[in-house]
């Protein structure tokens, strides 16, 4: 669900329940629920003052950001981060994890 950003109809979690992966640009549970995406994530994690954050790979559910969490990886925040230069970082994580959990979690050799 990489970029989508709306909520699933429930109907869906009746046929494809634990089948869903999303991926969060925080180290969840911080950080995460309505309202926390994008570029609010990285401007709410500067604004708790936290020195690491990350990314979460996570099995989607009826709840925003509380499914099972299937990986994560941290990310330092920078003395000097800007909410831009932090997701920046954090991006190029997501990129290298999400392919990694899917490779991980696929049925395909």
């Not at 429930?10 to 329940?17: M, T």
């Not at 989607?60 to 800007?82: H, M, R, W």
Request: aromatic share 10%.
């Amino acid at each position: 669900m990489s970029g989508y950003m709306r909520k699933l109809p429930e109907n869906i979690f009746e046929h494809f329940e634990n089948k869903i992966i999303n991926i969060h640009p925080s180290l969840l549970p911080s950080f995460g629920g309505k309202g926390c995406y994008g570029i609010h994530v990285h401007e709410k994690v500067l604004e708790a003052g936290v020195k690491i954050t990350g990314v979460t790979v996570h099995l989607v559910n009826k709840d925003y950001d509380s499914g099972k969490i299937i990986a994560q990886t941290p990310v330092p925040v920078l003395p000097n981060d800007t909410p831009e230069t932090l997701a920046e970082r954090v991006l190029k994580e997501e990129h290298q994890i999400y392919w990694q959990t899917i490779r991980d979690f696929s049925i395909f050799p």
